[in-house]
C-alpha cells in the first residue's frame, strides 16, 4: 500500500530533550515536507526536501532540522524542544510528476512541557 | 506576506444537499489552486486540483471554480454524504522550484443525517 508513516504518532516529552520524529515513504516520491498544524493557523511548512541531500527552509524553521540522506526517509528533529513546538506535525511527500497531490502522513502530535 | 483565506470556518449542510466551501486568495501570481480534506485524525488527502489558467474543473462529485477576476476559489460537493464531513482546506502553489504550498485555515464541514 502506498503511504507515508510517522513515528512516534504520539510524543509527550520536556523542554530541552532531544526529539526525532521519522517520516518515511514508500512511493519512491522525490519530494518531502513537514508542516505543522496549529488551531487558528492551518499548515505551516516546516522545511522541505527536493531530493537526497537537498533540504531547505520553509516558513517556520526555526528550531528544526531535517536531513535526506536517503530517499524514502525524511527525519524532523528538535535539538531542543520547547513548549512553543508543541503541535500536530505533518510529513508530506509527492512525486516531482504531481506537482500538487501530496500525500500526507497521519500525523504526529507532540507535547513539549 | 501573501495569504489564501476562507469565508466561513463552518458549514452544516443535510445530508443529498449540495455544499459550496469558498476560498479568496491574494496572490494573483499562483498558478495551481489545490483543495484537500481532513478528516479527525488523519493527515490532509487531495481532492482536486485547478491550473489557474481555467476557470471549472470537475471530479466525482466535486466541482472546483476559479475567478480569477475577485480572486475567488470554491469547492462544490454534490449531494454531500455524511462521510464527507470533515475540514477542507484550500491551498495554493506560488510556483518556483519549491512549488510551495501555502494552506488556507480551513472550513469544517458537518453533514446532518
Known amino acids: 500500500e502506498a503511504q507515508v508513516t510517522q513515528n512516534p504518532r504520539y510524543l509527550i516529552t520536556v523542554t530541552g530533550k532531544k526529539l526525532t520524529v521519522t517520516c518515511s515513504q514508500n512511493?519512491?516520491?522525490?519530494?518531502m515536507s513537514w508542516y505543522r498544524q496549529d488551531p487558528g493557523l492551518g499548515l505551516r511548512q516546516i522545511y522541505y526536501?527536493?531530493?537526497?541531500?537537498?533540504?531547505d527552509k520553509g516558513d517556520v524553521p526555526e528550531g528544526y532540522k531535517v536531513s535526506r540522506k536517503e530517499k524514502r526517509n525524511f527525519p524532523l528533529i528538535l535539538e531542543s524542544p520547547s513548549p512553543n513546538q508543541t503541535s500536530l506535525y505533518f510529513c508530506?511527500?509527492?512525486?516531482?510528476?504531481?506537482?500538487?497531490?501530496?500525500?500526507f502522513g497521519p500525523g504526529t502530535r507532540l507535547t513539549v512541557l | 506576506g501573501e495569504s489564501v483565506g476562507l469565508h466561513l470556518p463552518t458549514l452544516s449542510v443535510q445530508e443529498g444537499d449540495n455544499s459550496i466551501i469558498n476560498c479568496a486568495y491574494s496572490?494573483?501570481?499562483?498558478?495551481?489552486f489545490i483543495w484537500y480534506k481532513q478528516e479527525s485524525g488523519k493527515g490532509p488527502q487531495f481532492i482536486i486540483d485547478?491550473?489557474?489558467?481555467?476557470d471549472k474543473r470537475q471530479g466525482q462529485r466535486v466541482t472546483v471554480l476559479l475567478n480569477k477576476t475577485v480572486k475567488h476559489l470554491s469547492l462544490q460537493i454534490a449531494a454531500t454524504q455524511p462521510g464527507d464531513s470533515a475540514v477542507y482546506f484550500c491551498?495554493?502553489?506560488?510556483?518556483?522550484?519549491?512549488?510551495?504550498?501555502?494552506f488556507g485555515k480551513g472550513t469544517l464541514l458537518t453533514v446532518n443525517p
Open positions: 485547478i491550473r489557474s489558467n481555467m
Open positions: 526536501s527536493m531530493n537526497v541531500e537537498v533540504t
Open positions: 491551498a495554493e502553489n506560488s510556483g518556483g522550484s519549491n512549488y510551495k504550498l501555502t
Open positions: 496572490n494573483s501570481a499562483s498558478d495551481y
Open positions: 508530506a511527500s509527492r512525486s516531482r510528476a504531481t506537482r500538487h497531490e501530496q500525500f
Open positions: 512511493m519512491n516520491h522525490e519530494y
